[in-house]
């Protein structure tokens, strides 16, 4: 997991976080944290930046003064510069490092130059982590914004010239166009949004557009995927209903299917829900990757 010099979660409760992103502390909304009590009330006012939302989706943030609102945060080899912005996001979802460990050890059972597709792919953690251990990346989000942010973190992590396909697109039209062209992938990285629109208005509704999106993901692999990756932060989402998505999709029945909820732990172990994921892979031998290294040295 985490060193505390990268990310902790400091406490929670009264339907806000108390987050360490590298050297600054942050304290933002956090539905789920509505029913628990604060623990550790002497260390909120102690908060670099906190964010007030002032509308449905957007807001603004107090810092003490000289607080920068850019700063660069490592996660194991890759290093992203953090940012805070109208939504209260700040450009990674730390719930992830499970997956990105999984990730890894994936790409460690496969040879080099496999083709992954990242839909949702926001600031692209999961893009360099995938470029970083030898795979061919398709990077897409819809937002032009967020997909930039994705590039200036692969030069901060070294991995500027790797290949990597930065798209700006509707992630359904994409996979539909994809598919007419005949091309093909080898796995599917996919964390989509609740609710959300393409680059030219196109809507996105989870409950509506998910099914037939991993149907098509799937025609995309010829319906035989290394790996399929899909989390989801939407409310009322369990991992159950997940599995059960990708079931309906048509996702193999010989492979090795797993859902489970996702969640952030204060060093005292008091658990904060942060979503759920279900992950496929293709049997193979098991193989850990936990530093999320190449085979081949980087140059």
């Known amino acids: 997991m985490f060193s505390t010099n990268q990310y902790e979660l400091v406490d929670f409760g009264g339907g806000r976080k108390l987050e360490r992103f590298g050297r600054l502390l942050l304290d933002r909304p956090s539905p789920a ?9 002497d260390v909120w006012t102690t908060a670099h930046a906190r964010f007030q939302k002032i509308s449905r989706s957007r807001g603004e ?33 730390p719930e992830q490092w499970e997956n990105w460990n999984w990730l890894a050890g994936q790409l460690a059972k ?25 795979a061919q990346v398709v990077h897409l989000d819809a937002a032009s ?14 991995l500027g010239q790797q290949p990597i396909r930065w798209i700006v697109e509707d992630v359904q039209k994409f996979a539909r166009r994809e ?9 599917i990285i996919l964390d989509p949004p609740s609710f959300g629109h393409g680059p030219k208005g196109q809507q996105w509704h989870l409950e509506n557009h998910l099914p037939a999106l991993l149907q098509d993901c799937l025609a995309l692999t010829a319906g035989a995927p290394r790996f399929v990756l899909l989390t989801c932060h939407t409310s009322g989402v369990d991992a159950a209903q997940l599995t059960e998505a990708l079931q309906r999709a048509g996702i193999p029945a010989g492979g090795c299917l797993e859902s489970t909820a996702l969640a952030l732990t204060t ?33």
Do not use: M
């Open 267 to 299: 060093n005292g172990g008091r658990r904060l829900a942060s979503g759920v994921v279900a992950r496929w892979a293709k049997r193979t031998e098991t193989v850990g990757n936990q530093d999320w290294v190449r085979k081949d040295p980087l140059p």
């Open 145 to 158: 914004n967020v997909v930039a942010w994705a590039r200036d973190n692969a030069q901060l992590s070294g």
């Open 33 to 41: 944290a509505r029913k628990f009590t604060r623990t550790r009330s």
């Open 179 to 187: 598919h007419k062209r005949g091309n093909q992938y080898d796995a």
């Open 110 to 134: 496969s040879e080099p130059g496999i083709r992954v597709l990242n839909l949702f792919a926001y600031t692209g953690v999961s893009s360099l982590i995938a470029a970083r251990c030898g």
């Open 61 to 93: 943030w107090k810092r003490q003064p000289g607080v920068e609102s850019r700063w660069p945060c490592q996660f194991g080899p890759i290093q992203v510069e953090l940012r805070t912005t109208p939504s209260g996001q700040i450009g990674v979802f």
